[in-house]
């Protein structure tokens, strides 16, 4: 799917995050180091660094075959064990993939950096399981905005409708987050702490953090979101299954298809 076909909104980003992207970003600090022996050593570690990503893939499935041959061996494998033949190791992945022999394959974790992506494909599918970890941008501490909706590519009549919609579900939430809620919110808060009513323009920003909490539920579905997103490799394997249902919203799909890539 081309994303620009379907959706007006900027394509969601999908970034993989691992070891050896965290450690280049900081030898790319290093770099600006006065130090010419450390600028040296990190000239040469960013040389082998394709070898060693290529080392720790083959390692993951490496340990994958290992837990899957200890299953069945008296002794633990262990994953260098698991690499030394190549042949065999490919036929074990194949022969306990097909048997649905899954656990295996639960060992590996991936951590994907999403942005950009709307809250009912979160809710829909992304949290709609158990086998997650996210760590997920809160509307409570965040001020949500039209520019973080994502908006579909309608035409005529339907395009109308959508941006309405919008119009007034942020109407609602600017409106009950500040002038409506804020008398109450600030009664019941002094009600709670009395002893702080004497310095109340030190606790209005605390104040206005619960107005938002509540004026959340006004903002569409559509409200985008960013999180950190973990899940194992059978789970992506499954989001990659779900991904292909005839039924699935096009920006689950897309960026599904991203995450696989």
Not at 47 to 55: A, G, M, N, T, W
Not at 184 to 208: Q, V
Not at 230 to 235: E, K, L, W
Request: aromatic share 12%; with cysteine; net charge negative.
């Amino acid at each position: 799917m081309v994303w620009n076909d379907s959706f007006l909104s900027e394509e969601p980003t999908v970034r993989l995050i691992d070891q050896f992207e965290i450690i280049r970003e900081k030898l790319g600090a290093l770099t600006e180091s006065d130090d010419p022996d450390i600028a040296s050593k990190v000239r040469m570690a960013q040389e082998i660094f394709p070898f060693l990503e290529d080392l720790a893939t083959d390692g993951e499935f490496d340990l994958a075959v290992g837990a899957g041959r200890s299953c069945y061996s008296s002794k633990l494998v262990t994953p260098q064990a698991a690499g030394v033949n190549p042949d065999l190791a490919e036929k074990i992945a194949e022969s306990t993939w097909s048997a649905r022999h899954h656990t295996l394959y639960m060992h590996t974790n991936f951590t994907f950096l999403l942005d950009g992506i709307s809250r009912q494909s979160i809710w829909s599918t992304f949290h709609s399981h158990p086998f997650y970890n996210s760590e997920q941008v809160s509307q409570r501490y965040k001020k949500m905005g039209k520019k973080n909706v994502t908006r579909p590519n309608l035409e005529g009549e339907a395009a109308e409708v959508f941006a309405k919609a919008i119009d007034l579900q942020f109407e609602l939430y600017n409106t009950f987050r500040g002038d409506l809620l804020f008398p109450k919110a600030s009664e019941a808060f002094f009600g709670r702490f009395p002893g702080r009513r004497g310095k109340a323009d030190e606790w209005k920003s605390a104040i206005l953090k619960k107005t938002q909490e509540i004026a959340r539920y006004f903002l569409p579905i559509a409200t985008q979101a960013h999180m950190y997103h973990s899940v194992n490799a059978i789970t992506l394997a499954r989001y990659h299954r779900l991904a292909n249902q005839p039924d699935v919203p096009q920006e689950v799909s897309h960026i599904v298809g991203k995450m696989v890539d």
